[in-house]
Nanobody, 126 residues
């Protein structure tokens, strides 16, 4: 199982960016997939997850309504569409996957993910 995040870059506030997570060794829909970020000087935080098979999605309050998580088995990838970006969205973004984790509204932010990709840097200027 391997994951590789890409698509980061430098954008201005209000602009959009789509991150991709290329997967190998598994079908994306058979794993729960999450996007996480670590801002400078801060701890890693969960941004969004999509559950295996049932495609239930959860978002942090800070990105709800602006970000959309999705995946495509045919392309062996997961995505994070980010709209209306803000300077506080600046961070290294990571994708992660797990075949067994059970995600609920109460636990998704702290759930354990087994497999992680390398991050991609998103910088939003004001």
């Amino acid at each position: 199982v391997q994951l590789q995040a890409s698509g980061g870059g430098l954008v201005r506030a209000g602009e959009s960016l789509t991150l991709s997570c290329a997967t190998s060794g598994f079908a994306p829909s058979s794993y729960s997939i999450g996007w996480f970020r670590r801002a400078p000087g801060k701890e890693r935080e969960a941004v969004s997850v999509i559950t295996r098979y049932h495609d239930i999605t959860y978002y942090s309050d800070s990105v709800k309504g602006r970000f959309t998580i999705s995946r495509d088995d045919a392309k062996n990838a997961a995505y994070l569409q980010m709209n209306s970006l803000k300077p506080e969205d600046t961070a290294i973004y990571y994708c992660a996957a797990d075949p067994f984790v059970s995600l609920t509204l109460e636990n998704w932010k702290s759930a354990y993910f087994e497999y992680w990709g390398q991050g991609t840097l998103v910088t939003v200027s004001s």
